[in-house]
C-alpha cells in the first residue's frame, strides 16, 4: 500500500467527516446532522445558528449541504486553520529567543517589555502565570497558544 500524499489525507479525512455526519446516508446533510455533529464535539448550537451553518455551506441554496459544498467549504476552513497555526508559531517563536521550545519568564519579559515600554515583573509575572498552566515554570507551544488566543 502507497503512502498517501497530505492532500490525499486531507481529501479522505473531508470525506469521512460527510459521511459521519450524513446520518441518514442520503448523500446531503441536514440542519438536524450538522447539529448532532457539532454536539459530538461538545458544542450545543442553537437551532438559529445551525441553520447559519448550512447557509454558509449550502451554495445551491437548497437547504442541505452536498458533498462538493461541505468539501469547497472544509477546505477553506482548513487553510484559514493552517494559516492561523502559522501565525501562532512565528509568534511562539518570536519569545521563544533561544529556540528552546519553551518561553521562560525572562523572555516573556523581554518581549512584553520591549523597546521603550516599560512593564514591572509584577504585571510580568502575572502573564506568565497565567499561561503556564502546568506551573512547570515555562510557558510550552500549546500552553502560549492556549493563552495567546484567550487573551
Not at 448523500?27 to 447557509?55: C, F, K, W, Y
Not at 469547497?72 to 529556540?99: G, R
Not at 519553551?102 to 509584577?122: I, N, T
Amino acid at each position: 500500500m502507497t503512502d498517501l500524499s497530505p492532500e490525499e489525507k486531507e481529501a479522505l479525512e473531508i470525506r469521512r467527516s460527510f459521511d459521519y455526519l450524513d446520518v441518514n446516508k442520503d448523500g446531503r446533510i441536514s440542519v438536524q446532522e450538522v447539529v448532532r455533529g457539532t454536539q459530538i464535539h461538545g458544542l450545543n448550537p442553537t437551532g438559529q445558528e445551525a441553520d447559519e451553518m448550512i447557509a454558509e455551506m449550502d451554495i445551491s441554496g437548497n437547504g442541505y449541504v452536498e458533498f462538493e459544498e461541505y468539501e469547497k467549504f472544509m477546505k477553506k476552513e482548513l487553510k484559514k486553520m493552517d494559516y492561523e497555526q502559522k501565525l501562532l508559531l512565528d509568534a511562539f517563536k518570536k519569545f521563544d529567543k533561544d529556540d528552546n521550545g519553551y518561553v521562560s519568564f525572562e523572555e516573556l519579559k523581554k518581549a512584553l517589555c520591549g523597546k521603550g515600554d516599560r512593564m514591572s515583573d509584577e504585571d510580568v509575572n502575572y502573564f506568565f502565570e497565567e499561561a503556564d498552566s502546568n506551573k512547570d515554570g515555562k510557558i510550552d507551544y500549546k500552553e502560549f497558544v492556549k493563552w495567546f488566543t484567550t487573551m
